[in-house]
Nanobody
Framework: QVQLVESGGGLVQAGESLRLSCAASGTIFSINAMAWYRQAPGKQREWVAGITSEGSTNCADSVKGRFTISRDSAKTTVYLQMNRLKPEDTAVYYC????????????????WGQGTQVTVSS
């Protein structure tokens, strides 16, 4: 089994910061990439930021310069530092990971966390 558990969400005012965490646990052989997505009420889920196994990062234009994705040295926990938050950042934030559970698996699969709510008041 693989679990992704997000934490760090909450209610903040515009201009403040939050740091989200996502810890991957369970039977994991290798992680190809991890990413953050978000889904606002009535909208489709959208990609926010991602980090590859080599450590390359990228983020959506809407958050560039405000959000930063990083990970721990074990490469199983990914963080999303969110600065200068805006009301339009309000959403449920989901973590996902593309990984292989064992060396015998010939292909990787994508797993999702349950999400953490971020609410930014104006």
């Amino acid at each position: 089994q693989v679990q992704l558990v997000e934490s760090g969400g909450g209610l903040v005012q515009a201009g403040e910061s939050l740091r989200l965490s996502c810890a991957a646990s369970g039977t994991i052989f290798s992680i190809n990439a991890m990413a953050w997505y978000r889904q606002a009420p009535g909208k489709q889920r959208e990609w926010v930021a991602g980090i590859t196994s080599e450590g390359s990062t990228n983020c959506a234009d809407s958050v560039k310069g405000r959000f930063t994705i990083s990970r721990d040295s074990a490469k199983t926990t990914v963080y999303l530092q969110m600065n200068r938050l805006k009301p339009e950042d309000t959403a449920v934030y989901y973590c996902n990971s593309n990984l292989r559970r064992s060396a015998s698996e010939s292909y990787s699969k994508t797993y999702w966390g349950q999400g953490t709510q971020v609410t930014v008041s104006s």
